[in-house]
Antibody, heavy 121, light 111 residues
Framework: EVQLVESGGGLVQPGGSLKLSCAASGFTFSVSAIHWVRQASGKGLEWVGRIRSKANTYATSYGASLRGRFTISRDDSKNTAYLQMDSLKTEDTAVYYC????????????WGQGILVTVAS | QSVLTQPPSTSGAPGQRVTISCSGSSSNIGSNYVYWYQQLPGTAPKLLIYKSNQRPSGVPDRFSGSKSGTSASLAISGLRSEDEADYYCAAWDDSLSGSVVFGGGTKLTVL
């Protein structure tokens, strides 16, 4: 069974940093691209970014409004992807989801349960 | 302001058929597959339609997707109370360095 489990969320002050983890199981993690998507309370889905597989040089891309503050990485030996968030702003408060790209079904076919990040003083 | 445009809300009575539209451009829907997600209250989004018109196993055939040009639609027939949820369309966008774009979401109310 495919599972994605986010961790590392919580309360952080404006200007601070936080690193989220996305632990994967039930599929071949190393060949799968992993995306991060966020959702502010009562709002829609916003794409954060993605990291591709080793075969695709671990290429990353990010949402335009986030570029430069957020960094996505992965450790295939641990079946885990990461989202490093720096210079956090109050408007970054949201539930953050990781999701994978499936070989057959494609974009964001399985999602984690989400983790809440609150940026407040 | 979402890149893909969806109606904010729609409704229907049990048993009826509803459609949700998703409008984009040549750089996203016009040249890439469309995906639809269902989000029940308090839960993560769930894949409903992939590659514009394919249903994952376990998704009832009451749900169907279509795409034409730069627009796509999700149809739900035989509406049931458990279909009440938020629905999002998504697509890859080839502009700039590439990104995933979402619609703003459509809240479906079953009357």
């Amino acid at each position: 069974e495919v599972q994605l489990v986010e961790s590392g969320g919580g309360l952080v002050q404006p200007g601070g940093s936080l690193k989220l983890s996305c632990a994967a199981s039930g599929f071949t993690f190393s060949v799968s691209a992993i995306h991060w998507v966020r959702q502010a309370s009562g709002k829609g889905l916003e794409w954060v970014g993605r990291i591709r597989s080793k075969a695709n040089t671990y290429a990353t891309s990010y949402g335009a409004s986030l570029r430069g503050r957020f960094t996505i990485s992965r450790d295939d030996s641990k079946n885990t992807a990461y989202l490093q968030m720096d210079s956090l702003k109050t408007e970054d408060t949201a539930v953050y989801y990781c999701a994978r790209v499936g070989a057959t079904r494609g974009l964001l076919d399985y999602w984690g349960q989400g983790i809440l990040v609150t940026v407040a003083s | 302001q979402s890149v893909l445009t969806q109606p904010p809300s729609t409704s229907g009575a049990p048993g009826q058929r509803v459609t949700i539209s998703c409008s984009g451009s040549s750089s996203n829907i016009g040249s890439n597959y469309v995906y639809w997600y269902q989000q029940l209250p308090g839960t993560a989004p769930k894949l409903l339609i992939y590659k514009s018109n394919q249903r994952p196993s376990g998704v009832p055939d009451r749900f169907s997707g279509s795409k034409s040009g730069t627009s796509a639609s999700l149809a739900i027939s035989g509406l049931r109370s458990e279909d009440e949820a938020d629905y999002y369309c998504a697509a890859w966008d080839d502009s700039l360095s590439g990104s995933v774009v979402f619609g703003g979401g459509t809240k479906l109310t079953v009357l």
